[in-house]
């Protein structure tokens, strides 16, 4: 089966560096996503990756390797606003998105 | 104002009861998407269609249908609804179905009772 798997619930305080991870198993492998949802709201994109390595978007930097199925976001110069959660998904070979469940990011003063 | 417009923004709905939610997208994208999401769960394919006069299933087709008369609508119906169809629906597009991006609507928080 297909599966994507981050952590439920990450804490980190303002200011400060975030981790959030992301390992998958899906049929087929077209690209890997992260997108942005706070409550109440719809996903919004925040990067995506094709090939192995960094993609560095201001303070929001996305790794890949497809040999190890992983994936990293990371968050720099944590900010209130950023208390949301994140969404990895990955497009199979169907071109259809698999969705991990999120990583809610409670960022604290 | 371009991008993805759902309604209505909320429902609750009698189980058994008729249900369109409405999508339409003005950004001339190919390819559509329904999805639910629920507490604890990623979100879930319904329906897609990936150009106009087609459509596909997803991972959760049951008990929902979807019809594409035309690039900016993308309609999704239940036919009789149930108290497991509760959720938060959302509706996404993108240029084409290999396209990066996926946009999504604002979503429909669906109550059944």
């Known amino acids: 089966g297909q599966n994507i798997d981050q952590p439920t619930e990450m804490t980190a305080t303002e200011g400060a560096i975030v981790q959030i991870n992301c390992t998958y198993q899906?049929?087929?492998?077209?690209?890997l996503f992260w997108y942005q949802q706070h409550a109440g709201e719809a996903p919004t994109f925040l990067s995506y990756n094709v090939l192995d390595g960094l993609e560095e978007k201001g303070r929001f930097s996305s790794f890949l390797s497809r040999s190890k199925g992983y994936s990293y976001l990371l968050l720099k110069e944590l900010q209130m606003k950023d208390s949301a959660s994140y969404l990895c998904?990955?497009?199979?070979?169907?071109?259809?998105?698999?969705w991990g469940a999120g990583t809610k990011l409670i960022i604290k003063p | 104002i371009a991008g993805i417009t759902q309604a209505p923004t909320s429902q609750i709905l009698a189980a058994g009861r008729r249900m369109t939610l409405r999508c339409t997208q003005d950004?001339?994208?190919?390819?559509m998407y329904w999805y639910r999401q629920d507490l604890g769960l990623g979100l879930r394919l319904i329906h897609y269609s990936n150009t106009a006069g087609t459509t596909g299933k997803g991972e959760v087709p049951d008990g929902y249908s979807v019809s594409r008369a035309n690039t900016d609508d993308f309609p999704l119906t239940l036919a009789s609804a149930v108290p497991s169809q509760t959720s938060v629906y959302f509706c996404a597009s993108t240029q084409r179905a290999d396209s990066d991006t996926q946009y999504f609507g604002p979503g429909t928080r669906l109550t059944v009772l």
């Open positions: 998904a990955v497009k199979d070979s169907n071109y259809q998105l698999i």
């Open positions: 899906t049929s087929g492998f077209n690209g």
């Open positions: 950004m001339r994208h190919n390819a």
